[in-house]
């Protein structure tokens, strides 16, 4: 089945260490996505890529650095810099389309905290 | 910039209720809207969409219509079920901005038996 897969489900870091979480879509999307949830702030975009090789900024993404060399794939590193980066992260993506009608398939997330 | 701003929860209702969580934008041209619903420890997921003002999503036995003239889109359902209970985001895309979502806060929705 095709489908996000995203890893590790939970992960514990220790402050001042970077830590990187990992997307892969076997979907043949070319659009992919990183995404913070928060309790009772819903989700909020961090960085998105519309083709490989590419990629833009999102709405809160300082302290966090992204790659897109493969279609299928777009890790996130969640860097020292970041000063809060315990929450819930989830990847998705799309295909590239220009309707803006089309729907994201997510991940299952992965669950960060820093100890 | 683009808005989204839903009910404050959680909601709790008995087996059998009827549902409604407000969802209102706040939006510079005209966004499509969407429905995503998350169940405990999972990924979000569609529940149902509206391209277009009037148009009504529906999925299992959910719907929700674009009301162009209230910038809103409630999520309603006849009678909910104990599996209904997640949190449910309401969330607007355009086309100038690519497909990037933007999210309401979530309404947590509990269903009791």
């Known amino acids: 089945d095709g489908g996000i897969t995203q890893s590790p489900k939970y992960l514990f870091r220790k402050e001042g260490q970077n830590v990187t979480l990992s997307c892969e879509q076997n979907?043949?999307?070319?659009?992919m996505y990183w995404y913070r949830q928060d309790p009772g702030q819903g989700l909020r975009l961090i960085y998105y890529?519309?083709?490989?090789?590419?990629?833009q900024k999102g709405d809160i993404a300082e302290g966090y650095s992204v790659s897109r060399e493969k279609k299928e794939s777009f890790p996130l590193t969640v860097t020292s810099a970041q000063k809060n980066p315990t929450a819930f992260y989830l990847c998705?993506?799309?295909?590239?389309?220009?309707?803006?009608?089309?729907?994201?398939?997510f991940g299952a997330g992965s669950r960060l905290t820093v100890l | 910039g683009d808005s989204v701003t839903q009910m404050e929860g959680p909601v709790t209702l008995s087996e059998e209720a009827f549902l409604t969580i407000n969802c209102t934008y706040t939006a510079t041209g005209y966004p499509s809207l969407f429905w995503y619903v998350q169940y405990p420890g999972e990924g979000l997921q569609l529940l149902l969409k509206a391209t277009k003002a009037d148009d009504k999503g529906s999925n299992k036995g959910f719907e929700a219509t674009y009301r162009k003239e209230t910038t809103s889109f409630h999520l309603e359902k006849g009678s909910v079920q104990v599996s209904d209970s997640a949190v449910y985001f309401c969330a607007l895309s355009q086309k100038q901005y690519g497909n990037k979502l933007v999210f309401g806060a979530g309404t947590i929705l509990r269903v009791k038996s």
């Open positions: 979907l043949n999307h070319d659009a």
């Open positions: 890529s519309q083709i490989v090789n590419d990629f």
């Open positions: 998705a993506s799309s295909p590239r389309g220009l309707s803006g009608a089309n729907v994201l398939t």
